[in-house]
């Protein structure tokens, strides 16, 4: 079965510095999504990459997937308190999504 | 737009006794899915639904029953409430499935404690 593995597993910045997330796949990635979650929220969609070598941006936020699409990262430049929460990455496999352990990211003022 | 709402947001059960958490969605999405998250770990699948009528189980399905009787709603039920169903439950719904190149819209959880 297909595993997600997240790196780190929590991260302190401090605001202003930018940062990366990785999520790898044990197999190719056919749909690779990001999600941002609060505490006591809701998983709040944030890119979604399919193609190898496809980068996207969101305001501060890019997400890129590799080439041989197995690893994909998500990078915050100049980050700011309202990046603080958790970061999940989540897979297709079949007709389910699986999903990395998560990155908690804090931001230091 | 309301999206998907679940209920009850919070509650504490007994070992023993039974509940329903309630999901329901109004975009017209034919894929509904459950999941729980532990600490420090990801969302594992409980049941989903490909469309009314039609569920199917997930990768942690055992202590846990679904219905889909309509595209809106999708019901999770909770027999014999055990410790180890102690966790966050989300309600999730998209388009089409397999993420479906398309995002899945989440519920804002149910923190459930057993105790």
């Known amino acids: 079965s297909q595993e997600l593995e997240q790196s780190p597993q929590s991260l302190i910045v401090q605001e202003g510095k930018n940062l990366t997330i990785n999520c790898t796949s044990s197999?190719?990635?056919?749909?690779l999504y990001w999600y941002k979650q609060k505490y006591g929220e809701g998983l709040i969609f944030l890119m979604m990459?399919?193609?190898g070598g496809e980068e996207k941006s969101h305001e501060k936020i890019t997400a890129k997937l590799d080439e041989k699409k197995q690893q994909s990262s998500l990078h915050i430049t100049a980050s700011q308190p309202s990046h603080a929460g958790i970061y999940l990455c989540?897979?297709?496999?079949?007709?389910?999504?699986?999903w990395g352990a998560g990155t908690k990211l804090i931001i230091k003022p | 737009n309301a999206g998907v709402t679940q209920t009850p947001k919070f509650r504490i059960l007994k070992i023993g006794q039974s509940m329903t958490l309630q999901c329901a969605q109004d975009?017209?999405?034919?894929?509904m899915y459950w999941y729980r998250q532990d600490p420090g770990m990801g969302l594992k699948l409980i049941y989903y639904?490909?469309?009314?009528?039609?569920?199917d189980k997930g990768e942690v399905p055992n202590g846990y029953n679904v219905s889909r009787s309509t595209t809106e709603d999708f019901p999770l039920r909770l027999e014999l409430a055990a410790p180890s169903q102690t966790s966050v439950y989300f309600c999730?719904?998209?388009?089409?499935?397999?993420?479906?190149?398309?995002?899945?819209?989440f519920g804002q959880g149910t923190r459930l404690t057993v105790v």
């Open positions: 975009m017209n999405h034919n894929y």
């Open positions: 999730a719904s998209s388009y089409s499935g397999r993420g479906g190149g398309t995002e899945a819209f």
């Open positions: 197999k190719t990635l056919y749909g």
């Open positions: 990459l399919q193609k």
């Open positions: 989540g897979a297709d496999s079949n007709y389910q999504l699986i």
């Open positions: 639904s490909v469309g009314a009528g039609i569920t």
